[in-house]
């Protein structure tokens, strides 16, 4: 436990505070690439609708779509293999959502920060709307 602690993987409390804590840190992390925080945690409303983690904005304008995975080690595939088909379904349904609340709809990717034992990942255009 020391170790995840030491490294800040260790859970601070809740299971939300401990997604709280992976996002704060791959927020501060895309911010420091150049991306903009635009929403945090957006939902569609009604049941059943997904959660966008982080909606920011990349320096040329696309606006990216961020789901957030952690995980303390790589056992069943670590962080990456947690995004299921239908966890990407449904944030893709989430950010058509968001879009559509735009006049004109913006250029858009689906990126993936991974936070795990070996440190942050980024994974951009980690999926597609199709």
Not at 99 to 123: H, K, N, S
């Amino acid at each position: 436990m020391d170790f995840l602690k030491k490294i800040g993987l260790a859970a601070p409390g809740t299971t939300k505070q401990t997604g709280d804590a992976a996002e704060d840190r791959a927020l501060a992390h895309l911010q420091a690439q150049g991306l903009r925080l635009l929403e945090r945690n957006y939902r569609t409303p009604g049941r059943g609708g997904g959660e966008i983690d982080l909606v920011m904005r990349a320096p040329d304008g696309t606006v990216v779509f961020v789901e957030v995975r952690q995980r303390a080690t790589a056992a069943f595939g670590g962080a990456a293999a947690s995004i299921s088909v239908t966890k990407q379904k449904r944030i893709v349904f989430a950010a058509r959502n968001y879009l559509m609340r735009l006049r004109t709809p913006p250029p858009c990717r689906f990126d993936v920060v991974l936070i795990e034992y070996a440190g942050i990942q980024w994974l951009q255009a980690a999926f597609d709307a199709s």
